[in-house]
């Protein structure tokens, strides 16, 4: 079985600050590591992933997330928030195959002009 | 390429009565999978539909049930429906010898249970 850790519930930061939303995933086997983000009223849209390779994974907007395999992290960054930004981010972790997809509690960043 | 599409988007029942909601997944997409979404448990893993056949089920009772058609179109059904039951439900879809697990979302039914 696998699990997530969300610490931080809500991230309230300045807009044009930079921001890190924590995740750490426990499992007994590989997994595929996920950040999904989540806007008012919507449902979730994948913002970047981790398969495998290179342990460094950039989004089109400009957040990257490090896996940290000694470490079970997957903390998601971004060096200069906007006020777009501000919505629930979800971290997920995933054995692949037909395993079900596991989520954290989610955080939502609020970005403050 | 058309999206996850969830029918309805908002609906509004008391408490006993029983509802179906709809999900059309992306096109050549066969699994479907269903999450409820509320504010005090996150995302909770409902089941995961696969060629008409339920592959993975959440730790929900019973009232809760699934399937899945030919045209891997999925519903899902919730009977005898209590106070607690008020969430978002979430239907994904994922694109077949996608073997990480990446899901699709639709924009949910955000069901309301007086």
């Known amino acids: 079985a696998q699990s997530v850790t969300q610490l931080d519930s809500q991230v309230p930061v300045f807009e044009e600050a930079p921001v890190e939303l924590r995740c750490n995933y426990s499992s007994s086997v590989s997994v595929y590591l996920f950040w999904y983000v989540q806007y008012p009223n919507q449902g979730l849209q994948l913002l970047l992933k981790?398969?495998?390779?290179?342990?460094l994974v950039e989004s089109i907007n400009g957040f990257e997330a490090e896996f940290n395999k000694s470490q079970t992290s997957f903390h998601l960054r971004k060096p200069s928030v906007h006020i777009s930004d501000t919505a629930e981010y979800f971290c997920?972790?995933?054995?692949?195959?037909?395993?079900?997809?596991?989520f954290g509690t989610g955080t939502k960043l609020q970005v403050i002009p | 390429k058309a999206g996850v599409t969830q029918t309805p988007r908002y609906l509004i029942k008391t408490r006993g009565q029983q509802v179906t909601l709809s999900c059309s997944p992306i096109s050549g997409h066969r699994s479907v999978s269903w999450y409820q979404q509320t504010p005090g448990q996150g995302l909770q893993f409902l089941f995961e539909y696969f060629s008409e056949t339920q592959r993975n089920k959440g730790n929900f009772p019973g009232r809760f049930s699934g399937r899945q058609f030919s045209n891997s179109r999925s519903e899902m059904n919730v009977s005898t429906l209590e106070l607690g039951d008020s969430a978002l439900y979430l239907c994904?879809?994922?694109?077949?010898?996608?073997?990480?697990?990446?899901?699709?979302f639709g924009e949910g039914s955000r069901l309301t249970v007086l």
């Open positions: 994904a879809s994922t694109h077949p010898g996608q073997g990480s697990g990446e899901l699709f």
């Open positions: 997920a972790v995933s054995p692949g195959g037909y395993q079900k997809v596991t």
């Open positions: 981790y398969l495998s390779g290179s342990t």
